[in-house]
């Protein structure tokens, strides 16, 4: 073996420094008259320390210690975690009909999506679960640095059976297979056998989180919200397979019977959850499992009968009186929400685009929670519906991810500042700073 000289030990020591120098930035500092943590009381004059992506403290500005009280701050008036939304997606479509969504190329909805994910981190929201949508694709580009943009939990494609809610029911079924082979976010399985393939093509291509439509829909074509859809078998099949990765499986669904299929499956997010009853609700608690309402889609879809089919508009007044009950049952039986929007268009004429995210807090108002809950079940909560993929995110605490942004007003006198993306002054990601009122988000940055 050779041995080393004093010459080689420099170089080697010289590298090391160089090194270290590299992996550790300085801190960063940011004072707020209000700090709202996520979980748990405000702080008033509050200060919060960040370095190499991470917080490392949160504490009142008065107790700093030397070495953290020499940094200079950036001074705000309220800061907060980066929000997250628990059910979105990245399709890049300009109808709302399932038909015509599975007939738009990746590319077209690859270049779509690309204003999208900036809006939505423009919006205040620094993680997304995107529950089927091109998400896996688009956080490569995200993480490369070539877009700015959310973290993304992408469920990949949206497990249906076939004539169900992931079907596009009025196109040859040859030519949605075909296409599903080329990475359509929509998946028809049918049988205990294909189901579980299904999830491990899903996880192949990057899924931390499985979706499984255990209900009819809306927006599909012939189908029935009130149906179940998937047998139990099947259903159960998706789950254990699912669990095998560690992934838990999402399960859009709006009818009681399928809601309870699911649960009893072990499915462990209830997205929609239009028809909850009592038992319902019970099992709910006894399964711990989390509640992703998505009013949002709802309360627009309300409002405009013009951006869907006939048959579509028919079953979302149809649901939305149900899902209001739903909604406020949950809030009042203390089940766990996380909050989810259900965006996922994107089109000049379909007001209803990426960077709206924030207009979901205002009905978790509505449906009985106070506004620190609401900020609560839109920051803490997100992490907890990635079960053990969960990222230690949500909240401002030593060892979580340094994402947070700062607002010109105070959300828990008024709400709606979080709808504003205005009124979101900054918002750091990993530590980086990507918005600040001399510099919104931007594509050309
Ligand atoms: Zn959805």
Redesign the pocket.
Known sequence: MPTLTNKDVKIAQKHLKMKQKMITSPCLRVDADLIIPGRGQPIKNGSLISSDAKIILVCKTDILGPEHAKIPPITVPVLMPGMWDC???FMGVEKTAVDDMVMVPPAIAGARSAKDIVATLNAGFTSVRE??GYGSDLSKVISEGWLPGPNIYPAVS?LSQTAGHGDAHSLPLNLLNDRMRHGLPFYLCDGVGECIKAVRIQIRRGAKVIKVATTGGVLSLIDDPQMQQFSAKELEAIVEEATRSDRIVAA?CHGRKGIMAALRAGCRTI??GSYLDQEAIELMLEMNAILVP?RS?IEYGLQHAEAFTKESYAKMIKVSEAHKKSYQLAVNAGIRIAL?T?L?FSSPTIRFNHGMNGGEFRYAVDAGMTSLEAIEAGTANGPETLGLQAPKSGQLKPGYDADFIALSGNPMKDIDILADPGKVTHVWKAGHLHKSPTKPCGLLT
Do not use: V
């Open positions: 059910h979105m997606h529950l089927a949206i859009h997205e929609h998505t889609i989810g259900d996922g």
